[in-house]
C-alpha cells in the first residue's frame, strides 16, 4: 500500500475521533439531534467490521441529520455516506457525497469541517487516478487548517486543526514524492516532521522517519535515507508497530550505496517477513516476498526461491492481489531463466508485459501531470526572486538609516572595556586563593590521572593510526599546485566529515588535455577512505596503464577494475562510487563531460549561452546563467542494469565557470529549522559570486556552509572543485 493511501485511512480514523468528540461536546437539543448522533456512533462501531450494518446507520445518520435541518449536522452525515463509499471502493460515489458534505460545510461557516472534506475529496480524487485535482484539494484542506490556526484557538479546536494540518501536509509530501517532485515532497514532509517532533507520539516520529527515509532512497542519496531509517528503527516504542516497523527494517535491509553486511542485510529481511506473517497481512507478505526475492536473487538457493515464489502466487490467488501479479510474473521469469527453463520464462514476461501496460499508462499519466505542476512552481519561483530583489532593496535602506545607532554601540563598547579589565585584575586575585585551595585536591586527583593516562595511551595509539591513514591518503591526492600549474584559476573546497574521507579529487595532466575529477565513494571514515585508495588507483590504471582519453572509456575501464578488486572478497561488496569526470582541452577551450550520478555545473555571462541540448537545465541569474549536465544513473559498482557510459562535449565561452562536487555540501542539515542546504541553494549561492575570484569563490562557499551547518553534525564529506579558464 503507497504512503500516501495509508494516510487516507488515518484521515478517515481521525475525522471519526473529530466527529466522536463533537458528538460528546455539543449539547442534544431535541430527538431528532439525539437520533442523528446515536446512528452516528452506531456507524462508527461497525464501519470495518460489518458493511450490511453499515449501510444502514450512514443512510440513517443522513436521514435524522436531514430532519434537524442543522447544515452542520447534514454535512456530517453526507461525510458519513462518503465513507461508506470509499470502503467499498467506490470511488466515483463517495466523490458526490464529498461535494455535497463541502457544501453543507461552507453554509455552516464550519472552517474544520470545510478543511475536512478538502482532504476527503482529495483522497477520492487520488483513488481515481486525478493527481492534479487531488493536489489541488490536498493544498486547499491545508489553507483551511491554517485558516484556523491563525485564529489561535484553544483546547480541542486547536488540537484539531492541528491534527488535521499535519496529515494534509503528509499527503500533499506524498504526493509529490509519488511523482517524483523530490524538492516539494522534502519541504511538505519536514514540515509534517517538525509537528510530529513537537506534538506526536514516538509512531508518529518513527512513521516520518521512515518515509523520509524511502523518499531519498528513491531519490537516490543512501546516506540521507539511510539517516532516518536508523532513527525510526532506533525509536525504541516504534518496535510495538509491527507494520511500520517492518516496513522500514525492509527498506532498510534493501538500501544501496551503505555499507552494511550481507548477514545483516539478511538478518533484518528475515524479521521483516516474520512479522507480517505474525500479523497476518497477505499482501504486506507478497510484497516483502517478493521484495525478498529480487534483492537477495544471487545469494539464494533455487530451493529457497522457488518456495518463496510458490508461497507469494498462493497468497495472491487465495486473496485476489491482481495488483501484486506484475511484479511476480517478473520475478516468476527471472527465476525460470536461472534454471534454464526460457519456455517458462518466456510465459512469465510475456504475462509481465501485458499486465505492466496499466502501470505504465498510469506512469505516464503521472509525468504529464508532474511536468505542469513543475511548470507552475518554476513560474511561482520566479516571481518569488523578483521579490526577493525588492526585499533586498528595502533591506539596504533600512541598513543605512541603522548606521547611527552603530555608532552608539562602539561608544558602549569601550565602556565595556573598561569593565572588562576591572573585572580581570578581580579574576586574577581570587584565582591566587584558589590555586592554593586545589594544592589539596592534588593528591585526590592522582588515581584519576593515572587512568585517564592509560585511557589516552589506548586513543593515542588509535589516533596515530587513523592520522598515519590520513597522510597516507593525502599522499594519493593531487595538491593544490599541482593543479594550478594547469588551472591557476582554480579553487579547492575540501572537507571531511572525519579524520580520513570517501569523497576524494583526482588530477592528471597527459598532452595537451587536462583530467579532473570529484568522486564520492561510498560511506566515509575509515570505510569510505578503503574504499577511495581502491577507486582512486582505478582512475590511475585507466589513463596511465590503459592510456584511455575519452571520459566516457575511463569510467568504463574504472568501473571493470573497480568490480575486479572487489570480486576477490568471498562476502558480496556493493561499494563503489558516483563521480563527475572532465578532460579539458586548454588551448583549445573545450571540454568533455562524463559522471556516475553526479553532474556538471557551467556558470556562463547572460548573453553569451547557445546551448539548445534540451538535456540541459538552465537557472538564470541577474549576470549570469547556470547549466546544468546530469551524470549517466549509475554509480562505478556493481548495478543491475550496467551500461556503457555516456559522454558529452562542450565548447567553452570566454569568462565560463566550471563546478564539479559531491552530495555532502547539498545534503548538509542546518539553518533556523534544520533542514538540507539543497542544490538550488548551492546553484543561487554560486551565481551570486560569479563576478569574485576563484579564492574568494572558495572563501564564500566556506563561509556559507559553516553559517547553515553552525552546530548541526556534518553528515557526510564535502568537495567541490571550480575553476576558470
Not at 213 to 238: C, H, Q
Not at 362 to 385: C, M, N, P
Not at 620 to 632: A, F, I, M
Request: charged share 30%; glycine share 4%.
Amino acid at each position: 500500500m503507497p504512503v500516501f493511501m495509508r494516510n487516507v485511512f488515518l484521515l478517515l480514523g481521525f475525522l471519526l475521533v473529530t466527529y466522536a468528540g463533537i458528538a460528546q461536546n455539543i449539547k442534544v437539543n431535541n430527538q431528532e439531534e439525539y437520533n442523528f448522533y446515536d446512528y452516528f456512533k452506531k456507524y462508527q462501531e461497525v464501519e470495518f467490521s460489518d458493511p450490511s450494518a453499515a449501510e444502514i446507520y450512514a443512510d440513517s445518520c443522513l436521514f435524522w441529520a436531514r430532519k434537524t435541518k442543522n447544515d452542520q449536522f447534514i454535512g456530517m452525515a453526507f461525510q458519513v455516506k462518503g465513507w461508506y463509499e470509499e470502503t467499498k471502493s467506490n470511488f466515483k460515489p463517495a466523490l458526490d457525497y464529498y461535494y455535497k458534505s463541502l457544501s453543507y460545510m461552507k453554509k455552516a461557516n464550519q472552517d474544520q469541517g470545510i478543511g475536512d472534506a478538502y482532504g476527503n475529496l482529495g483522497n477520492a480524487y487520488y483513488a481515481l487516478n486525478d493527481l492534479t485535482k487531488c493536489l489541488e484539494m490536498q493544498l486547499l484542506s491545508l489553507e483551511y487548517y491554517e485558516k484556523i490556526l491563525a485564529k489561535k484557538p484553544t483546547g480541542r479546536a486547536k488540537d484539531e486543526a492541528m491534527s488535521g494540518r499535519s496529515i494534509a501536509l503528509h499527503n500533499t509530501g506524498d504526493l509529490y514524492l509519488e511523482i517524483e517532485l523530490f524538492d516539494q515532497a522534502d519541504d511538505y514532509l519536514y514540515e509534517s516532521l517538525d509537528f510530529d517532533l513537537k506534538y506526536g507520539s514516538p509512531k508518529d516520529r518513527a512513521i516520518s522517519y521512515t518515509t523520509l527515509g524511502a523518499m531519498y532512497k528513491a531519490w537516490e542519496k543512501p546516506d540521507s535515507a539511510e539517516y532516518y531509517f536508523l532513527k525510526a528503527i532506533n525509536t525504541v516504542e516504534f518496535e510495538e508497530q509491527l507494520d511500520e516497523y517492518s516496513r522500514a527494517i525492509l527498506e532498510y535491509a534493501t538500501l544501496d550505496g551503505v555499507s552494511m553486511s550481507l548477514d545483516k542485510r539478511s538478518a533484518l529481511a528475515r524479521e521483516a517477513l516474520e512479522n507480517v506473517r505474525y500479523m497476518e497481512r497477505a499482501d504486506e507478505e507478497v510484497k516483502a516476498l517478493i521484495k525478498i526475492s529480487d534483492y537477495f536473487f544471487d545469494q539464494l538457493s533455487t530451493d529457497s526461491l522457488s518456495t518463496m515464489l510458490r508461497e507469494a502466487y498462493s497468497l495472491i490467488q487465495r486473496e485476489d492481489l491482481l495488483d501484486l501479479t506484475p511484479d511476480y510474473f517478473r520475478m516468476y521469469s527471472r527465476y525460470n531463466s536461472r534454471l534454464g527453463d526460457f519456455e517458462q520464462a518466456y510465459f512469465a514476461l510475456d504475462n509481465y508485459l501485458e499486465l505492466k501496460m496499466v502501470a505504465d499508462e498510469r506512469r505516464h499519466t503521472q509525468d504529464v501531470i508532474a511536468g505542469g505542476i513543475r511548470y507552475k512552481l518554476l513560474a511561482q519561483f520566479e516571481q518569488d526572486s523578483l521579490q526577493q530583489v525588492n526585499d533586498f532593496a528595502n533591506e539596504r535602506t533600512e541598513y543605512l538609516e541603522d548606521i547611527s545607532e552603530i555608532q552608539n554601540i562602539v561608544y558602549l563598547s569601550v565602556i565595556g572595556f573598561i569593565l572588562l579589565i576591572s573585572s580581570l585584575i578581580y579574576y586574577v586575585t581570587s584565582n591566587r586563593r584558589k590555586n592554593r585551595m586545589n594544592a589539596v585536591l592534588v593528591e585526590r586527583n592522582q588515581l584519576v590521572q593515572e587512568q585517564k593516562s592509560i585511557v589516552e595511551e589506548h586513543n593515542k595509539s588509535i589516533s596515530d593510526s587513523i592520522n598515519y591513514a590520513r597522510r597516507l591518503q593525502s599522499a594519493l591526492l593531487p595538491t593544490p599546485e599541482q593543479i594550478n600549474k594547469f588551472l591557476p584559476n582554480s579553487f579547492l573546497f575540501f572537507l571531511p566529515k572525519d579524520v580520513v574521507s570517501g569523497d576524494f579529487y583526482w588530477f592528471e595532466n597527459k598532452g595537451d588535455w587536462c583530467f579532473i575529477a570529484v568522486a564520492d565513494c561510498t560511506g566515509h571514515g575509515v570505510p569510505g577512505a578503503m574504499v577511495s585508495v581502491v577507486c582512486s588507483n582505478a582512475l590511475n590504471r585507466s589513463v596511465k596503464e590503459f592510456a584511455l582519453k575519452r571520459p566516457k572509456d575511463i569510467l568504463d575501464k574504472t568501473r571493470e577494475l573497480v568490480l575486479d578488486a572487489f570480486a576477490k572478497s568471498t562476502e558480496e561488496v556493493a561499494d563503489g562510487m558516483d563521480i563527475s569526470l572532465l578532460a579539458v582541452h586548454i588551448k583549445e577551450k573545450r571540454v568533455v563531460f562524463a559522471g556516475a550520478h553526479n553532474g556538471l555545473w557551467l556558470i556562463r555571462e547572460t548573453g553569451k549561452n547557445k546551448e539548445e541540448n534540451a538535456d540541459v537545465r538552465i537557472l538564470e541569474g541577474e549576470k549570469h546563467v547556470l547549466l546544468e549536465w546530469k551524470g549517466d544513473k549509475q554509480p562505478i559498482g556493481k548495478f543491475q542494469a550496467m551500461k556503457p557510459f555516456e559522454e558529452c562535449e562542450i565548447q567553452l565561452e570566454e569568462n565560463d565557470q566550471l563546478y564539479l562536487m559531491s552530495d555532502g555540501f547539498a545534503d548538509q542539515f542546518g539553518g533556523p529549522n534544520g533542514k538540507k542546504f539543497k542544490y538550488v541553494a548551492l546553484k543561487k549561492t554560486l551565481l551570486e559570486i560569479a563576478d569574485q575570484s576563484m579564492e574568494e569563490q572558495r572563501e564564500n562557499l566556506s563561509r556559507a556552509y559553516h553559517s547553515w551547518k553552525k552546530d548541526n553534525e556534518q553528515i557526510d564529506d564535502v568537495c567541490v572543485v571550480g575553476f576558470r579558464l
